[in-house]
């Protein structure tokens, strides 16, 4: 998810000399809107399929999903959105975890997700669909689940410095 306004939705991106690998295939995202994304992984955890996800960790410190008043007594508060964290250079696109599982209200709409994380521990915890935007940066998903369209489309490039670079799986 990458909600700069220079960067639409439904639009190819790479990044320049991304691709340093001889042979392989060019990294290639696909920006999509938050309830898209949402929607792909739901699907996918209905398939009984986790997904894989990156997370900046500076929109987890901006959530109410730690509370530092309570466990260190120190307040702490970032007044930046995920995309002045992109535009300032303070997004840490770094944690790598799985989507494990999902929770639907009545009307099959996702309402929380379970995250595990990928280094060993034995802890879990869940974000909502409101927290998703904010910490989600990228996911990799079995492009089955993607809309024709978004496969089809032609990659722009971005500049070498630009911050999906350091995302690249």
């Known amino acids: 998810i990458d909600p700069r306004p220079t960067n639409e939705f439904g639009k190819g991106y790479t990044v320049d000399c991304l691709g340093n690998v001889v042979g392989e295939r060019p990294v290639f995202y696909n920006n999509q809107p938050v309830d898209v994304l949402i929607d792909l992984i739901t699907k996918s955890l209905k398939d009984n399929e986790a997904v894989y996800f990156t997370c900046d ?18 307040e702490m508060s970032s ?3 995920k995309t002045d964290r ?3 250079k ?3 696109i770094k944690h790598s975890m799985l989507f494990t599982a999902v929770e639907v209200d009545e009307e099959g709409n996702a309402v929380k997700f ?3 994380p990928l280094i060993k521990s034995k802890s879990s915890f869940s974000v909502t669909r409101d927290d998703f935007a904010e910490i989600v940066s990228d996911i990799a998903i079995d492009k089955r689940y993607l809309p024709e369209e978004s496969l ?17 799986m």
């Open 86 to 88: 992109i535009l300032h």
């Open 114 to 116: 379970l995250i595990e």
């Open 79 to 81: 007044n930046l959105d």
């Open 90 to 92: 303070d997004a840490s």
């Open 57 to 74: 960790s500076q929109g987890l410190n901006s959530t109410h999903l730690q509370n530092f008043k309570l466990l260190c007594d120190v």
């Open 152 to 168: 089809n489309s032609e990659a722009i490039v971005l500049d070498a410095w630009d911050c999906l670079g350091s995302l690249a």
